[in-house]
Nanobody
Framework: QEPLVESGGGLVQAGGSLRLSCVASRRIFGWYAMSWYRQAPGQQRTLIAQLRPSGGTVYADSAEGRFTISRDNGQNTLYLQMNSLSPEDTALYRC?????????WGPGTQVTVAS
């Protein structure tokens, strides 16, 4: 069983929106950062958005103003709301959690934006 599992990816038209979800298999009691990364074929994985326990967030320049990272306190779920999508956003999106028990990754969910 994957410690983290993403969902919500798919094919979307340019200018459209998607909401990605990342569900943890276990309840997270202590965490230092939760993040979304993306990676296109043949390219390096890059940080898109990061959430910290303080509520502070960090966004890649390409995501600022378009993407929003958040967490549902009632669920062990991390979200990434993506608006105004463009073909440049096409990639495999993976969630990451740095916790007191270690660092965890999901297998990813594919986002494809049609031009």
């Amino acid at each position: 069983q994957e410690p983290l599992v993403e969902s919500g990816g798919g094919l979307v038209q340019a200018g459209g929106s998607l909401r990605l979800s990342c569900v943890a298999s276990r309840r997270i009691f202590g965490w230092y950062a939760m993040s979304w990364y993306r990676q296109a074929p043949g390219q390096q994985r890059t940080l898109i958005a990061q959430l910290r326990p303080s509520g502070g967030t960090v966004y890649a320049d390409s995501a600022e103003g378009r993407f929003t990272i958040s967490r549902d306190n009632g669920q062990n779920t991390l979200y990434l709301q993506m608006n105004s999508l463009s073909p440049e956003d096409t990639a495999l999106y993976r969630c990451n959690a740095v916790t007191s028990g270690g660092t965890y990754w999901g297998p990813g969910t594919q986002v494809t934006v049609a031009s």
